[in-house]
Structure formats: structure tokens, C-alpha cells
């Protein structure tokens, strides 16, 4: 993760967080010196160690074994190297966080749904295992080394915007649950804080019709995305680079 990318995702949780005290909910979590350092270690270990150690594995293997991919996909319009973010990244992480709720892979994500708050702090409150072996991470690492760095600064900062926005104290979208309208739509945007179980027991994720076609759906765009993706750097590959 570079500076600014770090600095940017530290700006959205301490204004999270800072929004919470201002509310006073922040007043009510209640939280131990234990949580305070699960909630700061989390973080820290994921901005500072875990993914710039993934990214330079992956910097590293790629230069030494496929030097000739590096920024392959540079010149990919900025649309397409961000629907394979949303791909290769966001549904990654949705699949490897439905696994971490079974008895197998529950231990690395206990800890997340151990804190008796919700709140824009307990987001990374995860093993340091679940990092390392989540697929989005390394997926990401490898887009970044085929060139999308640029699109990924963006695409992240909006993704842990809006995954902060789900889990804050902060109530941002109070007010929209008061238009019919826009009811149906609104366990999307704090869904999270609705279901999420404070709970140190396994938690199972429902297996609702609605989830299986999404399920259905995701599967079709991953599988979609691997053959565009193969496709397109094999094409770059290819093709002399001043062509
Ligand atoms: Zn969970």
C-alpha cells in the first residue's frame, strides 16, 4: 500500500470514528483496553504489513518469473480495469468472507464479530491469518502489477468508504429509510450494521433464493472476467508494445 493510499484510508476511519464521538456513540461502546488494541492492531497490521508484504511477493515473483506482464494492462480503458477490481477483488473478498463463516475458517474471522459495538474502528478486527490468505488481496496485487495502480487508489478508497459507511456508529442513512421508496435498497447500504451478530459463536450466513441467484450471478462474472482477462493479456503479450 503506498503512502497515499495509506493516508487516505486512515482519513475515512478516523472521520468515521471522529463523526461517531461527535454523536456520542462512540461514548457508549463500552469497549475494553483488549478491544481498543484488537481495533488499532487490525488495522495497522493490514495497512503496514500484510498487503505491501502480499503486493511485493507478488511484485517479485511477477518480475522474476513473467517480467514481460508488467503493466500489461496499462493501457486497459479505466472502466474495464475497475469492473476487474470489482471481479477479482470485491467478490473475492464477498466469497472468502461467506467461507470464514464456517467451522474451518471461523477462527480467523471470529474476533470481527466478538466486539459488542458496531462501529468504522472494528472493521479490520480480523486474525492476521484472514488477510494473508484472503484471495481478493492477492488477486488485487496481481491487477496492480498488470498495471492497474491507479484505478486500484480510487477503486479502494471508495470500496472502504462504503464498507466503513456500513459498519459506522454514524447512522448516514437514517433519513433515507424514511422515503418508501428507497426502502428496499437500504439494507444495502447498512446491512452489515443490521445483521452483524455479536457473537463469539459460529455464525452461520442464510442461504436465501436471493443469495443463491447472486451466488449464480457472481460465479458467471468470475469466470467471465478470467477468460476476458487471459484473453486481453495474452493479446498485449503479443503484440509488439509501440504497435
Ligand atoms: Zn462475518
Not at 184 to 210: D, E, K, N, Y
Request: contains cysteine; aromatic residues 14%.
Amino acid at each position: 500500500m503506498n503512502k497515499l493510499q495509506t493516508l487516505l484510508l486512515l482519513l475515512i476511519l478516523v472521520g468515521f470514528v471522529s463523526v461517531e464521538y461527535l454523536l456520542g456513540r462512540a461514548q457508549k461502546f463500552d469497549a475494553s483496553k483488549g478491544d481498543n488494541t484488537i481495533d488499532l492492531l487490525g488495522f495497522a497490521l493490514l495497512a503496514v504489513v500484510t498487503q505491501p508484504l502480499i503486493f511485493w511477493i507478488v511484485t517479485m515473483v511477477g518480475k522474476s518469473a513473467l517480467p514481460q506482464y508488467q503493466n500489461a494492462l496499462i493501457n486497459l480503458p479505466w472502466y474495464a480495469m475497475a469492473a476487474l477490481f470489482l471481479v477479482f477483488d470485491d467478490m473475492l473478498q464477498y466469497w472468502w468472507h461467506r467461507a470464514s463463516h464456517s467451522a474451518l475458517l471461523w477462527p480467523l474471522h471470529r474476533a470481527h464479530h466478538t466486539a459488542h459495538y458496531m462501529s468504522a474502528r472494528m472493521i479490520y478486527r480480523n486474525n492476521f491469518f484472514y488477510y494473508v490468505g484472503m484471495p481478493a488481496v492477492w488477486m488485487s496485487g496481481i491487477l496492480v502489477y498488470l498495471g492497474g495502480a491507479n484505478v486500484y487508489l480510487v477503486y479502494l478508497t471508495i470500496k472502504i468508504a462504503v464498507i466503513t459507511g456500513a459498519h459506522s456508529a454514524w447512522r448516514w442513512d437514517e433519513a433515507l429509510y424514511k422515503v418508501k421508496a428507497l426502502k428496499p435498497s437500504c439494507g444495502w447500504c447498512s446491512g452489515p450494521f443490521q445483521r452483524h451478530q455479536r457473537t463469539g459463536r459460529i455464525m452461520r450466513l442464510p442461504m436465501t433464493m436471493a443469495s443463491v441467484i447472486t451466488k449464480a450471478i457472481l460465479v458467471t462474472c468470475f469466470f467471465s472476467g478470467m477468460s476476458c482477462l487471459a484473453r486481453r493479456i495474452s493479446r498485449s503479450n503479443s503484440q509488439p508494445r509501440w504497435v
